[in-house]
C-alpha cells in the first residue's frame, strides 16, 4: 500500500497570504496519478487538481499543483475567504490512497 | 451535466443492515465504474473499493472485505452499497464517485452529496 503523508496538519493564514501543502508517497509514483481535492464542512470533497498540475474545469488560477516522484505541493497564490477548508491529496498509481488532510484556516 | 445523487441519511441499530443508493445521470452509465469512499466523524478519506458497471464485478479493498457489497441496477443508473451487521464504528458518511470525464485523469470529478449513516442502540 502506498501511503501518503500529507504536511503540515493545520496551516494558520490571513486571506491573500499564499500558503503552501506538501504531500509525500510512501514510495515514487507517476505524476499523471497525483491529484488534490477541497472539502468544505458538510460537503463532498471536491476535484482541484489532477495529474499533479492540471486544473480541473472551473477551478481558478490561483491553484497549482506542482512535483513528481514522491514530493508533491498544492499552492494557493493568495488565499480567499472560501479557500479555508481541508485539502486531501490522492495516489492512483497503485490502487488509491488518500492523504490524512490538511486543514487551512484563518489566523 | 453528470450528476450523481445519493439516497437519504440513515440511523440504525447495531446489528441492523443499510443499503445505500447512488442514482447517475448525465452520461452513459455502464461507460465508467462506480467507486465508493468513507469518511468518519472528523476524519479523513478512506477509499472503499469499486464496481465495473460493465461486469457488475466489484472490487473490494482491505478491511471492507466480509460486510460491504456494491451492486448495480443498470436499469435505473443505480449503484448500491450494502453494509450488514452494522457496528458503531460504520458510522460515517459514504460518498459514491466517479473518475474524470473522457477518462482524461482516473482522479474522481464527480462525487454524490454523501450519505450520512449512524450506528447506534
Known amino acids: 500500500e502506498i501511503i501518503m503523508t500529507q504536511s503540515p496538519a493545520t496551516l494558520s493564514l490571513s486571506p491573500g497570504e499564499r500558503a503552501t501543502l506538501s504531500c509525500r508517497a510512501s514510495?515514487?509514483?507517476?505524476?499523471?496519478?497525483l491529484s488534490w481535492y477541497q472539502q468544505k464542512p458538510g460537503q463532498a470533497p471536491r476535484l482541484l487538481i489532477y495529474?499533479?498540475?492540471t486544473r480541473a474545469t472551473g477551478i481558478p488560477a490561483r491553484f497549482s499543483g506542482s512535483g513528481s516522484g514522491t514530493d508533491f505541493t498544492l499552492t494557493i497564490s493568495s488565499l480567499q475567504p472560501e479557500d479555508f477548508a481541508v485539502y486531501y491529496c490522492q495516489q492512483d498509481y497503485n490502487l488509491r490512497t488518500f492523504g490524512q488532510g490538511t486543514k487551512v484556516e484563518i489566523k | 451535466q453528470v450528476q450523481l445523487v445519493q439516497s437519504g441519511s440513515e440511523l440504525k441499530k447495531p446489528g441492523a443492515s443499510v443499503k445505500v443508493s447512488c442514482k447517475a445521470s448525465g452520461y452513459t452509465f455502464t461507460s465508467y465504474d462506480i467507486d465508493w469512499v468513507r469518511q468518519a466523524p472528523g476524519q479523513g478519506l478512506e477509499w472503499m473499493g469499486w464496481i465495473n458497471t460493465n461486469t457488475g464485478n466489484p472490487t473490494y479493498v482491505q478491511g471492507f472485505t466480509g460486510r460491504f457489497v456494491f451492486s448495480l441496477d443498470t436499469s435505473v443508473s443505480t449503484a448500491y452499497l450494502q453494509i450488514s451487521s452494522l457496528k458503531a464504528e460504520d458510522t460515517a458518511v459514504y460518498y459514491c464517485?466517479?473518475?474524470?470525464?473522457?477518462?482524461?485523469?482516473?482522479?474522481?470529478?464527480?462525487w454524490g452529496q454523501g450519505t450520512l449513516v449512524t450506528v447506534s442502540s
Open positions: 495529474g499533479a498540475s
Open positions: 514510495q515514487s509514483v507517476s505524476s499523471s496519478s
Open positions: 464517485a466517479r473518475v474524470y470525464d473522457n477518462r482524461a485523469s482516473n482522479a474522481f470529478q464527480h
